[in-house]
């Protein structure tokens, strides 16, 4: 409500004359300073609205009389990167693996490129430090099912594993129990030979009893001192990396039910270069043999 102006006894300014509720309201005005400010920004507006783009029209928007436009920058930058790439692309495309690991520079650009693919295509299943899971390979160490060389890890890229390519790896485990091919007493014995053979804590008599199953049964893939076969993808079973899990139980499911992971190629997802960038990539990562 409007009242009569008067000085405010406590602070020595004036009020404006209104009040609301026995509370009044004091004429402070702004700082000069902050006007002239608040000025310089409205003026500012006005020329930024002329020069830059600036108003929604119903299809487009005004241009400004400098033409700015971000999308357009964004085009140039991305198309001086790629030319800059190219170079790299070219030489990459047209070099064998074992010359890009030995060329620094071409090294280094495919260990960036293929750690990129990698992130966006593979660390879903390997994660994102390669490090893997329970059924899904560890890149990281030196234990590879189908071969570490920078070929072999190209051609599991490029044609999967147990994959609708045609040219995919397979490789498949049977069922020992689930098949009714060993009773389960057969599978704890070959279990509990399997696990010695990485010096796993395990039954004696029952791994004595397992040897003779498992050199009947497993040895022809896995071979007699367990230490497996890369060309038919089957696991080492005497060192301590287990893909499915080293103790009892996960062994037992594993001879019970059989394993078969599965890998999609991506010859034809993927281009060449990118996927000789991925093989550089996860050979560089400290497990490549």
Not at 269 to 275: F, M
Request: hydrophobic share 40%; net charge negative; aromatic share 10%.
């Amino acid at each position: 409500m409007a009242g009569i102006k008067e000085t405010d006894e406590v602070t020595g300014v004036d009020t404006t004359g209104h009040e609301w509720d026995g509370i009044k309201e004091l004429n402070n005005p702004l700082p000069r300073w902050w006007l002239w400010t608040f000025y310089a920004c409205c003026i500012w507006s006005f020329v930024y609205w002329i020069f830059m783009p600036t108003w929604p029209l119903i299809s487009d928007h005004t241009r400004g009389f400098l033409g700015y436009s971000s999308r357009a920058n964004l085009t140039e930058a991305v198309a001086a990167a790629q030319a800059r790439q190219s170079v790299f692309l070219e030489r990459i495309a047209a070099a064998e693996l074992e010359e890009i690991r030995n060329d620094a520079d071409l090294l280094n650009f495919a260990q960036a490129g293929g750690g990129s693919a990698f992130a966006v295509n593979c660390s879903q299943c390997h994660g994102q430090g390669a490090a893997g899971s329970v059924g899904y390979p560890n890149l990281n160490d030196d234990d590879w099912i189908w071969g570490g060389s920078l070929e072999a890890i190209q051609d599991t890229i490029l044609y999967g594993i147990r994959s609708d390519h045609e040219d995919t790896r397979v490789s498949d485990m049977p069922a020992f129990g689930r098949d009714e091919l060993l009773s389960r007493e057969e599978i704890r014995d070959t279990a509990a030979y399997v696990l010695s053979l990485s010096g796993a804590e395990a039954d004696a008599e029952a791994a004595a009893r397992g040897e003779e199953l498992y050199v009947d049964n497993c040895s022809a893939c896995h071979m007699e001192d367990g230490t497996g076969n890369q060309d038919l993808g089957a696991p080492n079973l005497a060192d301590s990396l287990w893909l499915y899990g080293g103790d009892e139980a996960s062994v037992i499911t594993s001879i019970n039910t059989g394993r078969g992971g599965a890998m999609p190629g991506w010859s034809t997802r993927l281009d060449p270069v990118t996927i000789k960038q991925l093989a550089v990539y996860v050979h560089s990562l400290g497990g490549g043999e």
